[in-house]
């Protein structure tokens, strides 16, 4: 940050630390700046690379708003019955799908949520989901908004694939810099700014939180990086 | 019974009887006169190539002609956009967009691919003429491109030609199967444990391998009922570095203790008068391709010698209790009714497999023009660029997704590899493995394009479009 002596440089520096400067911050100016520099959102999924240990133990962060009608105590209800009534098939699919270490369900404000960790192509994965227990998760993504658009599942395939795709989290890069490669590249613009002082919270970072409100920050911890779920079932003995 | 007529004969036959073969890359140069000529190419007429079918009724033609169109060709027809969108995302991306996935990476990336395929929003139609010779190629061609002004040829004419006894570059036999499919009369009648598959597999509009799943076929139904698509590859292969590695390979074999359980029958059994030493680059290269070289007899069935014994078949095995390597190229690419970890995906990424050689035969006994490049111009067909031909790609032929005791390493024979980490392992009678390492890419991609291949009703539908 610049460290100017004078009485201005000062007022600016404090700037952001004032709780009236931060209001009219969050609602006027970045409404403007988003305004008048409209920033698309980023893919979510994880980022796709060639090498093998990085095609291992992705991560899938899937939020999913519920319908308006159901984001309501009773609503939240209705997806909790959905993934109770289902979770014994929900899992028997996973299982026969392969390539999934984990996977979970969470309901959090009005989302229901599914959080996995899995092999592979993204796309591979979510397309054997279908083909294994479409059917099943069906009745979950009936409750939430948009979602009548891909079902039946089984019919919509690829459609399906890429509202899951949608609704995943996009994975913001380990290295904070590489966050702004990801926006210029998916501007069509393949020359690194250069403007990289992430002190200085760039208006470029703070437009991308808001058209990405949600974010999966970095890539995760993983205890033993680099080995399949049916690498590791096979190595403790229990079959794959 | 299903109307072959409608559907472009490169598709369900092998065209065997016609050794050559020719794509031209070519660009939309005039939208309304290309309507015009594929209108003539369905229907007969104006002296433009026919659209060779799959029903050939009494007569075999004398030459064949197929077309494939890109994303891109068909928006240079003037395709509505409520018709382009309904094609899936794989297809209007392009190859180009999808390198990564199909490990097109280093020398293969496609910035680095030749004309014409360095720039893709030129290639519009990728046109193939099969023949018996060139001089029926040459006719084709001029026909196909008479008036010079419809369509712009990029680039050169690729040119293919098969080899003796259906080999391949490396040395292998290529043609021996195909997937058969539901309800399509199977001339060569060889004989396969592997269930026939859905029509689905290979054309839109049918049920797929996955029951009750439906791949989206593109709008109007004219237009993508009956069509399928294309992954259309130029493969270099590094025929002497294959070589060398087969070289390196078998010394390193020799200093191993358990050597001799990879020749139990000595080496004659491998090739009457081979040393050691040369037995062995056979064993290393049968291991890789899970065939023999010359003989292309699955090492599922005969692992230790190159020869089928009576009552083997060269089609009909499978993999489970085998000892084909668990990442043998033919294992990797389709592990039949072979345990694989994702469990409904067995047979659901079988793919035909068009495919001729380019470049002259290497012989490495007397190794003439080494640095000339050879190849394979390689088709892969299926109704599904995604489920199939990516899918196998970028889990099964790299990563080695299917089996953990070869994940992490890539296809051996056409994997993205890097010699600084590539491993391959080879089966021992006693069941332990002797760990290979230092393989480099042996196959490299020249080019390449991602192609709908439309029926002949889409043909006409096209033809016939008024935007």
Known sequence: MPNGGSWFDQFVNELPKKPWFKRVGAWILVPIWAWRTPVKPLRGGPRPSIQPADNLQSMMNLIMPLKRENKSPIGRAKAALAIAENKDQIFAGLDNVGTVHFARFVIVNDNICMFSVYDGDFSNYIRDFIATIGGVFDAVVALVEGGDDVLPSAHKVEAFIEWIRRHDLYQVPDTATDFLRDQEALNGDNAASGNDDLSLLPRKLILQLRANANVSLGSGYRAYPGYSAAQVRERLGIGW | ?467
């Open chain 2, 1 to 467: 019974m299903f109307n072959f007529a409608d559907v472009q004969g490169n598709i369900v036959r092998g065209y065997r009887g016609k050794p050559r073969v020719r794509h031209l890359v070519l660009e939309i140069a005039d939208r309304i006169a290309a309507r015009r000529w594929l209108a003539a190419c369905a229907s007969g007429g104006d002296n433009v190539p026919q659209i060779t079918t799959g029903d050939w009724g009494a007569d075999k033609p004398v030459t064949c002609f197929n077309i494939g169109l890109t994303y891109e060709g068909l928006r240079a027809l003037g395709t509505p956009d409520s018709s382009l969108e309904t094609f899936p995302n794989e297809f209007i991306e392009g190859m180009h967009a999808r390198a990564l996935k199909l490990g097109d990476v280093g020398e293969s990336a496609p910035e680095n691919w030749p004309a014409p395929f360095k720039d893709p929003k030129r290639i519009h139609l990728v046109a193939t003429i099969y023949a018996s010779d060139i001089a029926q190629l040459n006719q084709v061609q001029d026909q196909a491109l008479a008036d010079g002004r419809t369509l712009r040829l990029l680039g050169g004419a690729l040119d293919g030609c098969s080899f003796p006894d259906d080999l391949v570059h490396f040395g292998y036999r290529d043609n021996l199967t195909q997937p058969r499919f539901a309800g399509v009369h199977d001339a060569e009648r060889y004989a396969d444990g592997q269930p026939k598959a859905p029509l689905g597999t290979v054309l839109l509009g049918h049920p797929t391998n996955f029951e009750g799943l439906e791949w989206r076929v593109p709008e109007p139904e004219q237009l993508g009922h009956n069509g399928t698509f294309n992954a259309f590859r130029v493969l270099k292969q590094e025929v002497v570095a294959f070589e060398e590695f087969l070289g390196t390979a078998a010394d390193h074999l020799l200093s191993q203790a358990s050597v001799d359980e990879l020749l139990p029958l000595g080496a004659d059994a491998i090739g009457q008068g081979l040393s050691p030493r040369d037995a062995l680059r056979e064993v290393v290269a049968g291991s890789i391709c899970g065939r023999w070289r010359g003989t292309g007899t699955p090492l599922a069935l005969s692992p230790d010698r190159p020869n089928l014994l009576p009552g083997m078949s060269l089609t009909d095995f499978d993999y489970d209790s085998s000892r084909c390597p668990y990442g043998a190229h033919i294992r990797r690419c389709n592990p039949r009714g072979g345990q694989i970890v994702q469990r409904v995906a067995n047979n659901s990424r079988r793919l035909v497999r068009r495919g001729m050689p380019y470049g002259p035969l290497y012989d490495p006994a007397n190794p003439r023009d080494p640095e000339l490049e050879r190849g394979l111009l390689s088709n892969f067909i299926g109704a599904n660029l995604g489920a199939q031909f990516e899918a196998m790609s970028c889990d099964w032929l790299n990563l080695g997704l299917q089996d953990p005791r070869i994940t992490g390493s890539n296809d051996p024979m056409l994997g993205a590899n890097d010699f600084k980490t590539s491993w391959f392992d080879l089966p021992l009678r006693s069941g332990r493995t002797i760990r290979l390492r230092g393989l480099p890419r042996f196959v490299q991609t020249r080019g390449g394009a991602y192609t709908f291949l439309p029926s002949l009703s889409a043909i006409r539908f096209l033809g016939s479009l008024m935007m």
